[in-house]
């Protein structure tokens, strides 16, 4: 009943900056968090950067930590993740997901974007 719209993400230069969205629509479900994964294929899926949705704080990976940020509006439904000083190794399938009981796979959120693909080249 809720889904979740992401968009942004496509080819980027190595250093380059990024602006994923991700849009909000349908029935208004009380999460706790809304994260931003990325997962490439025979992967697991890895946690990029989260946000509290009672409180909007944030936290972010260790490897993507100090070049991303995560914000979020609550009146649009909002969510974006914004990474500068892209690198190779952010090439990957991003998703936008929800939810209330975490794991850094998400493995337990239930609302998820369709995932946008993120190739960092140089």
């Known amino acids: 009943q809720m889904f979740l719209a992401q968009s942004g993400g496509g080819s980027v230069q190595a250093g380059g900056s990024l602006r994923l969205s991700c849009a909000a629509s349908?029935?208004?479900?009380?999460?706790?968090?809304t994260a931003w994964f990325r997962q490439d294929p025979g992967k697991e899926r890895v946690w990029v950067a989260r946000?509290?949705?009672?409180?909007?704080?944030?936290d972010y990976a260790d490897n993507v930590k100090g070049r991303s940020t995560i914000t979020q509006d609550f009146a649009s439904r909002v969510t974006l993740l914004e990474m500068n000083d892209l690198k190779s190794e952010d090439s990957s399938m991003y998703y936008c997901?929800?939810?209330?009981?975490?794991?850094?796979?998400?493995?337990?959120?239930?609302?998820w974007s369709q995932g946008t693909q993120v190739t960092v080249s140089s």
């Open positions: 997901a929800s939810g209330s009981r975490w794991a850094d796979d998400g493995r337990f959120f239930s609302y």
């Open positions: 349908g029935h208004r479900y009380e999460t706790f968090y």
């Open positions: 946000i509290y949705d009672d409180t909007g704080k944030t």
